[in-house]
């Protein structure tokens, strides 16, 4: 691999690893906090994060397709966390958009489910980087 491709796949990474951290953590956090001004502001976060991965995500796919004119050669397990990642990229995206834009009229157990299923979400995600990783 030449630098310039692993350099183009550590700066993915980067932002990668940051939107795991927005979406991961920002959604754990966004739970405990009481304050709605405060969960307004991770959820902010939280869909910056999921946002990130979504775009770093594809941006790992494009850099392989620049460097090797097609996409990686993946089957099995590793297309199934993919997909797995995908969807929750999109649902968590969708969910905190809705919370955002929608949020402040909700009663309050209603925004602290849509905190809890982003955090399953990411929880799930990051457990299918793992399989993603070791089976492609
Ligand atoms: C559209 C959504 C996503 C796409 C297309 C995507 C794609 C990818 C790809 C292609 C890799 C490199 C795999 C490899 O090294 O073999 C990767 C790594 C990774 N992804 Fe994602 N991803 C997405 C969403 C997410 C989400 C939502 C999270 C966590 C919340 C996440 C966490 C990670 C982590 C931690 C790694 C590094 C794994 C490792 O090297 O051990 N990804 N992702």
């Known amino acids: 691999m030449s630098s310039a491709q692993n350099l183009a796949y550590a700066v993915v990474q980067v932002l990668h690893n940051f939107g795991a951290v927005a979406a991961v953590g920002g959604s754990f956090a966004a739970i405990k906090i009481e304050s709605v001004n405060v969960r307004r502001k991770l959820a902010w976060l939280v869909l910056a994060g999921w946002g990130t991965q979504a775009l770093s ?80």
């Open 57 to 136: 995500g594809a941006s790992f796919g494009l850099v392989s397709y620049h460097f090797y004119h097609h996409f990686p050669d993946i089957a099995g397990i590793a297309v199934a966390a993919l997909a797995i990642k995908m969807l929750c990229a999109a649902t968590g995206f969708l969910l905190m958009a809705a919370y955002i834009l929608w949020g402040a009229n909700w009663p309050k157990e209603k925004g602290s489910v849509a905190l809890l299923s982003s955090a399953i979400l990411a929880a799930t995600a990051l457990s299918a980087a793992a399989f993603l990783r070791w089976f492609s």
